[in-house]
């Protein structure tokens, strides 16, 4: 089962328009990262939420963690063609001995004229 | 400049062939990580290694072997035993202490013919 469940899996939008997509996980999570990929290509960066209740904000992107640690969502303002790709939740999972860092299932989003 | 370097970009393989995938940083990074992507699908991961010549098996290990004998490489072999080998995949590394943000290559696409 998916330890990282993301939400839509799709979505298509007009530009101008704002959009939400959210990640949710039912253990605790120890650094949530959000990735923007394009299709075919590597992934890049977003942002890394850890505490509880953390937002940050680049440009026209905002995420936040909730206060339980177990769900956090990515806000799109005022979408533009450049914001379509595919949108990952990724979050460090610790084993005991090491961390690993598994990803949602991945959000597809287009932004029409 | 630093980064990780995939290669090669695309690879066309033979059904009960083993091929091998390459993957280098120059970024000084301890961990590395392997990590699958099918069409619609979010990320998995294959193998992860945060020190030389010590690695672990993520959640799809089977029918893929890897070796971290330098710190700066971390190959990833796909064996005939790997039953449906065509996929996207990523490889990338980080620093281990902390919460550190992973940093991707570019991607290798593998089909088997």
């Known amino acids: 089962s998916q330890e990282l469940e993301q939400s839509p899996q799709s979505l298509i939008v007009q530009e101008g328009k704002n959009l939400t997509i959210n990640c949710t996980s039912s253990k605790t999570l120890y650094g949530l990262y959000w990735y923007k990929q394009k299709y075919g290509e590597g992934l890049i960066f977003l942002m890394m939420?850890?505490?509880?209740?953390e937002e940050k904000s680049h440009e026209k992107i905002t995420a936040k963690l909730d206060e339980k640690k177990q769900q956090s969502s990515l806000h799109i303002t005022a979408s533009q063609p450049s914001h379509a790709g595919i949108y990952l939740c990724?979050?460090?999972?610790?084993?005991?001995?090491?961390?690993?860092?598994?990803f949602g299932t991945g959000t597809r989003l287009q932004v029409t004229l | 400049d630093g980064g990780i370097t995939q290669s090669p970009k695309y690879l066309f393989r033979k059904e009960g062939q083993n091929v091998t995938l390459s993957c280098e940083q120059n970024l000084n990074h301890d961990a590395m990580y392997w990590y699958r992507q099918d069409p619609g699908q979010g990320l998995r991961l294959i193998y992860y290694s945060q020190i030389v010549n010590d690695f672990q098996k993520g959640d799809i290990a089977e029918g893929y072997s890897v070796s971290r004998e330098k710190k700066e490489s971390f190959p990833l072999t796909v064996t005939s035993a790997q039953k449906n080998p065509t996929a996207f995949y990523l490889c990338?590394?980080?620093?281990?202490?902390?919460?550190?943000?992973?940093?991707f290559g570019a991607g290798s696409r593998l089909t088997v013919l």
């Open positions: 990724g979050a460090d999972m610790y084993t005991g001995t090491a961390s690993k860092l598994t």
């Open positions: 939420l850890q505490k509880g209740g």
């Open positions: 990338a590394s980080r620093f281990v202490s902390g919460a550190n943000v992973l940093t």
